[in-house]
């Protein structure tokens, strides 16, 4: 019984951080004017991504894990889940694919980055990555692609008959279709990544080593647009080696255990490396303000509350600022018609010696 509360606490905490962390992440962009760039959609589409697996996915895992790997809820609804899984998996890989390339963009052709990557064409790289990933997940499965008989999985279960014939609710890797789909979906991409990364840090070396023979005062201002770029690069670095260490041995444990062509039920090892995966959506919300000072600011605001009343407060700072000053150095008045304090107070010394009362001293 304690094993259990403790288990369910664990996982319990892991979707609610996974949850709430994502939601952060949204918010902090779309309320935040110093996030608002066009490669920050991307950060976003992960974000949903890891919110939609939060919300659809993981529930319904540690469902599995506190009922020791049976399933209760049939087979239609365990091919819904196996293919949610799937696609906001693969949603994963290639929306960090497509924040690589923008980032070898914005590093090896700053001055064409902008012409380059557009808003139109961030929405369909977001849109075709979504589409993808819907197909390599819902429809091989709901064909029966990915079995050995080629027939659909599951597809003869009943709600509530897993206790009788202990059913496992698995995604069935048995035959060349799924290492196909991991070698694809997962290996090449990320291959790629790793391979773009390196150009892009070898470019950054050279753009700085241009940068410091330079004049001083393009230096100064060249080196603070390389510097942005360069902090956003190495957060999303960060973001797919976190993506790496967490999703790498799952894809080698079900790889292996598809070459072996045989289905076992869920163990110790298995439960693992799922929520090893898992993590991973827990864990990049943590990664956007370990890295960048911008998201730190952002979810300060949001997380005291206080983003509306600080940005009232910059504008009211503003127009303080803005007011026009009198050649003899007294202050013009706020808005027409209201009086500063120096006038209200000279007004009201006149009224007094008008009525014949001497002025109270202040």
């Given at each position: 019984m304690i094993s259990t509360t403790l288990q369910l606490l664990v996982l319990v905490s892991f979707i609610v951080l996974t949850i709430g962390g994502n939601v952060l992440v949204c918010l902090a962009v779309g309320l935040s004017r110093r996030l608002w760039r066009?490669?920050?959609?991307?950060?976003?589409?992960?974000?949903?991504?890891?919110?939609?697996?939060?919300?659809?996915?993981?529930?319904?895992?540690?469902?599995?894990?506190?009922?020791?790997?049976?399933?209760?809820?049939?087979?239609?609804?365990?091919?819904?889940?196996?293919?949610?899984?799937v696609m906001l998996c693969t949603s994963s890989i290639?929306?960090?694919?497509?924040?690589?390339?923008?980032?070898?963009?914005?590093?090896?052709?700053?001055?064409?980055?902008?012409?380059?990557?557009?808003r139109p064409r961030v929405t369909v790289a977001i849109v075709t990555i979504w589409a993808l990933s819907l197909a390599v997940s819902f429809v091989p499965i709901h064909l029966g692609w990915n079995t050995v008989d080629y027939r659909v999985q599951h597809s003869d279960?009943?709600?509530?008959?897993?206790?009788?014939?202990?059913?496992?609710?698995?995604?069935?890797?048995?035959?060349?279709?799924?290492?196909i789909y991991a070698f694809s979906t997962f290996y090449l991409p990320l291959l790629v990544m790793c391979g773009m990364y390196l150009c892009i840090f070898r470019v950054a070396r050279e753009q700085v080593r241009r940068i410091r023979a330079t004049t001083p005062s393009f230096a100064r201002t060249a080196t603070a647009?390389?510097?942005?770029?360069?902090?956003?690069?190495?957060?999303?670095?960060?973001?797919?080696?976190?993506?790496?260490?967490?999703?790498?041995?799952?894809?080698?444990?079900?790889?292996?255990?598809?070459?072996?062509?045989?289905?076992?039920?869920?163990?110790?090892?298995?439960?693992?490396?799922?929520?090893?995966?898992?993590?991973?959506?827990?864990?990049?919300?943590?990664?956007?303000?370990?890295?960048?000072?911008?998201?730190?600011?952002?979810?300060g605001e949001l997380l005291r509350c206080r983003g509306a009343a600080r940005r009232k407060a910059q504008l009211d700072c503003e127009s303080t600022h803005k007011r026009l000053t009198f050649s003899n150095g007294h202050e013009a008045p706020l808005q027409?018609?209201?009086?500063?304090?120096?006038?209200?107070?000279?007004?009201?010394?006149?009224?007094?010696?008008?009525?014949?009362?001497?002025?109270?001293p202040r």
């Open positions: 066009i490669a920050n959609c991307f950060v976003v589409s992960l974000a949903v991504t890891d919110l939609l697996l939060g919300l659809l996915v993981m529930p319904l895992s540690a469902s599995v894990e506190l009922r020791s790997g049976k399933w209760p809820f049939g087979g239609t609804l365990c091919n819904i889940y196996i293919s949610l899984d290639l929306t960090l694919l497509a924040i690589s390339v923008d980032r070898y963009l914005a590093i090896s052709a700053p001055l064409s980055h902008s012409r380059r990557v557009t279960w009943s709600m509530g008959d897993e206790d009788r014939e202990g059913r496992y609710c698995q995604f069935e890797w048995n035959n060349n279709y799924v290492l647009a390389v510097a942005r770029e360069h902090k956003a690069t190495v957060t999303l670095a960060a973001v797919l080696g976190a993506f790496v260490i967490c999703w790498f041995p799952y894809f080698t444990f079900f790889t292996c255990k598809g070459i072996k062509e045989k289905t076992n039920p869920p163990n110790t090892l298995h439960s693992v490396v799922l929520w090893l995966g898992y993590f991973n959506s827990t864990l990049n919300p943590i990664l956007y303000p370990a890295f960048n000072r911008d998201f730190r600011r952002a979810y027409p018609g209201k009086q500063t304090k120096a006038e209200a107070e000279e007004k009201n010394l006149t009224l007094h010696e008008t009525n014949g009362a001497p002025a109270e």
